[in-house]
């Protein structure tokens, strides 16, 4: 609310000042409005996996708005990029992941890398960083090929890197084993997940009751590297066991600081569902991990890992 000055009229006008005031009436400035619709993209047929919050209305933060002096101004987005100019981009760094190895993605570090030099990239390039309520927490979601990427932030700095990717969809179905999904993420498959860093000290397994199908999740757990890996899929029931190919999963990454206390499966309850839903690959399969270690790290594997249903009380 402004308002003005009384000011004093001159003698000849004194008479006017009688008939109306010289004070000028009170002016309102309207406070703008904004308004962000919520983004429309198609995640999994299940829930998504927990790491990723539920999603209200996000606040689209790569434009900039009104800013504190004290903070730095958020980049200025460029135009967005192509389809081709996405999946160049997208597939380059699959391949070489910016020149580190994981925990780091993209060249960014948990632990170490400012959450700024990350929104810079991809305000670089065009995209939106959607946030879901929690001011730490934002998620990049790429077209193609199709993923999203979650960073939550701690003082600045990312704390822990999410990345989750799925096959396309044909009807209202994924496609599981889909060769070009396949081939994007090959660097993420179990095989090379598996050859590249090694024999992971701990394997689960787990399949439980959902809708539309029954999920079978396996997951890698490096705990000194700051890796937690999950490949999901619907479970295929055959006679008396649940079979689960992982050649046509999807893919889910944590990354974080080895350095952090991140070093028991049960610090992950938030994020996998609960541990009691899984199971050690020896009680699930009877494999021991160096026996699964040394099955399916083999290039273009097409082995099936399987499991009594009975145990699952299937």
């Given at each position: 609310m402004r308002s003005l000055n009384r000011v004093t009229c001159p003698l000849v006008f004194v008479l006017l000042v009688a008939l109306a005031n010289c004070s000028a009436p009170a002016v309102s400035t309207p406070t703008p409005t904004n308004t962000l619709a919520s983004p429309t993209f198609t995640l999994s047929p299940t829930a998504v996996p927990s790491s990723t919050?539920?999603?209200?209305?996000?606040?689209?933060?790569?434009?900039?708005?009104?800013?504190?002096p004290t903070r730095t101004p958020r980049p200025t987005p460029a135009p967005t990029l192509t389809a081709d100019e996405e999946r160049a981009l997208v597939l380059g760094l699959l391949r070489d992941n910016g020149g580190c190895r994981l925990p780091c993605w993209w060249g960014f570090t948990p632990g170490e890398t400012s959450w700024q030099i990350a929104e810079t990239f991809f305000v670089s390039?065009?995209?939106?960083?959607?946030?879901?309520?929690?001011?730490?927490?934002?998620?990049?979601?790429?077209?193609?090929?199709?993923?999203?990427?979650?960073?939550?932030?701690?003082?600045?700095?990312?704390?822990?890197?999410?990345?989750?990717?799925?096959?396309?969809?044909r009807g209202d179905e994924l496609v599981f084993g889909d060769s070009q999904f396949v081939e994007d993420w090959e660097?993420?498959?179990?095989?090379?997940?598996?050859?590249?860093?090694?024999?992971?000290?701990?394997?689960?397994?787990?399949?439980g009751p959902g809708v539309p199908w029954v999920p079978f999740d396996l997951l890698?757990?490096?705990?000194?590297?700051?890796?937690?890996?999950?490949?999901?899929a619907p479970a295929e029931r055959g006679e008396g066991v649940f079979r689960m190919c992982p050649y046509k999963t999807d893919i889910t990454l944590w990354l974080w600081s080895p350095h952090t206390d991140r070093r028991h499966i049960a610090d992950w309850e938030s994020m996998i569902g609960g541990e009691s839903y899984f199971r050690s690959l020896a009680e699930a399969t009877g494999l021991s991990i160096e026996q699964f270690y040394q099955t399916f790290s083999q290039p273009d594997n097409?082995?099936?890992?399987?499991?009594?249903?009975?145990?699952?009380?299937?």
């Open positions: 919050p539920s999603p209200g209305l996000p606040t689209d933060i790569s434009t900039p708005s009104s800013i504190p390039q065009g995209k939106k960083i959607w946030n879901y309520g929690d001011p730490q927490d934002y998620t990049v979601i790429f077209d193609t090929p199709s993923h999203y990427q979650s960073y939550i932030v701690k003082d600045g700095t990312i704390d822990m890197i999410s990345v989750h990717a799925e096959p396309p969809t660097p993420y498959m179990l095989p090379r997940m598996l050859g590249t860093y090694g024999q992971p000290p701990q394997v689960l397994l787990g399949v890698l757990f490096y705990p000194d590297e700051g890796i937690l890996v999950r490949y999901e097409q082995t099936c890992l399987e499991t009594p249903a009975d145990l699952w009380g299937g």
